[in-house]
């Protein structure tokens, strides 16, 4: 949001909503949105300065979430990553929250298909390379696009939430939860 602002783009939304519609997108669909709002094309090199200020940020402040690596050392049932970033933010992502080890081989982008949430794709495509069909997988989302997306595909969903987004998760069909440690629970 800072970066849009300092080429004139001015947000009618706050802070949190802005996290809401674009958390799960994809980059290009929020890139037209701030064209949009500027009324013309992006600087040159607006985007490729975007991604370098966003991990730079997430190299100061990603934490993992409270409860993930007992979770995974835990459990039983086959996991992956399904997202809508490139390759190289998932395992910066899960490098720096000591994650990747978890998921090395099991790392599906949308990149891979060109389809990205709240398309079904994603879910589709890496269900499919783990050899499961969609009503035999789980969806764990933390984003509206994201529920919606695993709802399209046929995904049972739950939405790991917060006070800020519980209450569109579960409109969007997700079973919502708080804590890692509710979620084994309720993968049963």
């Not at 764990?140 to 046929?154: L, T």
């Not at 998760?169 to 804590?179: D, I, T, Y």
């Amino acid at each position: 949001m800072e970066m849009a602002q300092s080429i004139g783009v001015k947000f009618d939304m706050p802070n949190e909503e802005v996290i809401k519609k674009f958390s799960g997108v994809s980059l290009k669909y929020t890139m037209g949105f701030i064209e949009k709002k500027l009324g013309s094309a992006l600087p040159e090199e607006f985007e490729k300065e975007f991604r370098i200020q966003t991990f730079d940020a997430f190299k100061k402040e990603l934490k993992p979430i409270d409860g993930i690596h007992s979770l995974l050392n835990g459990l039983k049932q086959k996991y992956c990553v399904a997202s809508s970033g490139p390759h190289e933010k998932i395992r910066l992502n899960l490098a720096l929250t000591n994650l990747l080890d978890k998921f090395e081989g099991r790392i599906f982008s949308s990149y891979d298909i060109n389809s990205w949430k709240p398309e079904p794709g994603i879910f589709l495509y890496a269900a499919e390379k783990m050899g499961f069909k969609p009503d035999e997988c789980v969806v764990v989302e933390d984003s509206i696009s994201g529920v919606i997306a695993a709802r399209e595909g046929g995904f049972y969903v739950l939405g790991f939430a917060n006070r800020n987004t519980s209450e569109q998760l579960e409109k969007e069909g997700a079973r919502v939860f708080f804590s890692m440690d509710y979620l084994p629970g309720l993968l049963g």
